[in-house]
């Protein structure tokens, strides 16, 4: 049964950090890419940023210099570090995992106040 469980999500100031983790179970993780997709109330989901299974990484522009993503492959478990944070990324952040198929997390909120 494949499992994604995302966690770190909170409330937190403009210019603060937050690092979420998901944690992976039910599939081979080291052969997967893993992302990290957020919804903001009212809009569609967009990709912020991916690790490759060899380590290769892509962010969006708006994130450039201030997420971090990085995984585990021992542990199973892909992380987001975000520091800087800003109103406009407060979202409910998706943990995704893709190889030829998707699996998705439940989510998690992350809202920045002002």
């Known amino acids: 049964q494949v499992q994604l469980v995302e966690s770190g999500g909170g409330l937190v100031h403009s210019g603060g950090s937050l690092r979420l983790s998901c944690a992976a179970s039910g599939f081979t993780f080291s052969s997967y890419a893993m992302s990290w997709y957020r919804q903001a109330p009212g809009k569609e989901r967009e990709l912020v940023t991916v690790?490759?299974?060899?380590?290769?990484?892509y962010y969006i522009d708006s994130v450039k210099g201030r997420f971090t993503i990085s995984r585990d492959n021992a542990k199973n478990t892909v992380y987001l570090q975000m520091n800087s944070l800003k109103p406009e990324d407060t979202a409910v952040y998706y943990c995704?995992?893709?190889?030829?198929?998707?699996?998705w997390g439940q989510g998690t909120q992350v809202t920045v106040s002002s």
């Open positions: 690790i490759g299974a060899t380590g290769n990484t």
């Open positions: 995704n995992a893709r190889r030829l198929v998707d699996y």
